[in-house]
């Protein structure tokens, strides 16, 4: 029993440091974001459909309530992946980690709506500090500048995977995590197909191909699958606790490949966000 739970741990954290390179290989490929999560999904769909044909997992979906429920969770994973890709390529790793990194608070705040509890005191109060941390990594309230929409970016992709976190959690954790991942691939390859008839100059370029691929495969096909099958053997507060390394990953990442050194208030508000999400991690814990 141990062991077993020592091998889920293992898998969660592989997943985190996996999802973690998102940052850094978003940032550096030149392609369109859309453009790039269609490429993405397909070398993704690809090494999870051969994975799934190996194990001989069965790719019937039971009815027509979870194939609603895979096509609408594939759509907000699609949003979330473009507007987090547009984030990094506005400001950079550090602010677009950042600032993705409220949908766990932006989670418990939405939890209520799908599951019918009530809203906390303490959850309003960590908002704001989420808030606060949220205008630290802002640099000046202007819209012309490129770093706040970043941030603003950032935030609409975090409430895109706060949702689709919550509708694969509540509607699709019976199905096996590789063939989830497999049909919200296929879903955003659907929806983003009209995208690879746009610009497509930076094709000739070997390096974006080979971070694409290292992004399919690392990130999504490995990374994104073990943290989705993370649901079953863990709490969500659990995963949530654990994922909030992925940003502090994700700027070592940055430091180390792209030289880019976070500002001090940069610093400052992302701890102030990552230790609102581990407080309210920790007292949903508590509550279960």
Same mark, same amino acid.
């Given at each position: 029993? /141990?062991?077993?739970?020592?091998?889920? %741990? %293992?898998?969660?954290?592989?997943?985190?440091?996996?999802?973690?390179?998102?940052?850094?290989?978003?940032?550096?490929?030149?392609?369109?974001?859309?453009?790039?999560?269609?490429?993405?999904?397909?070398?993704?769909?690809?090494?999870?459909?051969?994975?799934?044909?190996?194990?001989?997992?069965?790719?019937?979906?039971?009815?027509?309530?979870?194939?609603?429920?895979?096509? %609408?969770?594939?759509?907000?994973?699609?949003?979330?992946?473009?507007?987090?890709?547009?984030?990094?390529?506005?400001?950079?790793?550090?602010?677009?980690?950042?600032?993705?990194?409220?949908?766990?608070?932006?989670?418990?705040?939405?939890?209520?709506?799908?599951?019918?509890?009530?809203? &906390?005191?303490?959850?309003?109060?960590?908002?704001?500090?989420?808030?606060?941390?949220?205008?630290?990594?802002?640099?000046?309230?202007?819209?012309?500048? &490129?770093?706040?929409?970043?941030?603003?970016?950032?935030?609409?992709?975090?409430?895109?995977?706060?949702?689709?976190?919550? !509708?694969? /959690?509540?509607?699709?954790?019976?199905?096996?995590?590789?063939?989830?991942?497999?049909?919200?691939?296929?879903?955003?390859? &659907?929806?983003?197909?009209?995208?690879?008839?746009?610009?497509?100059?930076?094709?000739?370029?070997?390096?974006?191909?080979?971070?694409?691929?290292?992004?399919?495969?690392?990130?999504?096909?490995?990374?994104?699958?073990?943290?989705?099958?993370?649901?079953?053997?863990?709490?969500?507060?659990?995963?949530?606790?654990? &994922?909030?390394?992925?940003? !502090?990953?994700?700027?070592?990442?940055?430091?180390?490949?792209?030289?880019?050194?976070?500002?001090?208030?940069?610093?400052?508000?992302?701890?102030?966000?990552?230790?609102?999400?581990? !407080?309210?991690?920790?007292?949903?814990?508590?509550?279960?």
């Amino acid at each position: 029993m /141990k062991n077993q739970h020592f091998k889920n %741990l %293992l898998e969660l954290n592989i997943a985190v440091v996996f999802i973690s390179t998102s940052g850094v290989l978003g940032r550096s490929i030149s392609f369109t974001p859309e453009i790039t999560i269609w490429w993405r999904c397909l070398f993704a769909a690809i090494l999870i459909g051969l994975f799934c044909r190996y194990k001989k997992y069965d790719f019937k979906i039971s009815n027509r309530k979870d194939g609603f429920s895979l096509l %609408l969770s594939g759509f907000l994973l699609g949003a979330h992946w473009v507007t987090y890709f547009y984030a990094l390529h506005l400001s950079n790793v550090a602010i677009g980690m950042l600032s993705l990194f409220t949908y766990p608070v932006i989670t418990a705040l939405l939890e209520p709506v799908f599951f019918k509890t009530k809203l &906390s005191k303490n959850q309003l109060i960590l908002s704001g500090l989420v808030l606060i941390g949220i205008y630290l990594l802002t640099p000046e309230l202007n819209f012309e500048n &490129s770093d706040t929409k970043g941030v603003i970016m950032g935030i609409i992709s975090a409430v895109f995977y706060a949702l689709r976190n919550i !509708i694969t /959690k509540r509607n699709l954790s019976h199905y096996n995590a590789s063939k989830v991942m497999f049909y919200q691939m296929i879903v955003i390859i &659907s929806l983003l197909f009209p995208v690879l008839f746009e610009d497509n100059s930076h094709y000739a370029d070997i390096n974006n191909w080979g971070r694409l691929l290292t992004l399919a495969l690392v990130t999504t096909a490995i990374g994104h699958t073990l943290f989705v099958n993370s649901f079953k053997n863990f709490k969500i507060s659990a995963v949530s606790i654990m &994922s909030s390394m992925s940003p !502090i990953y994700g700027i070592l990442f940055g430091i180390l490949f792209l030289s880019e050194i976070p500002s001090l208030s940069t610093f400052i508000g992302g701890a102030l966000i990552l230790t609102t999400v581990i !407080i309210e991690s920790i007292q949903t814990k508590k509550q279960l």
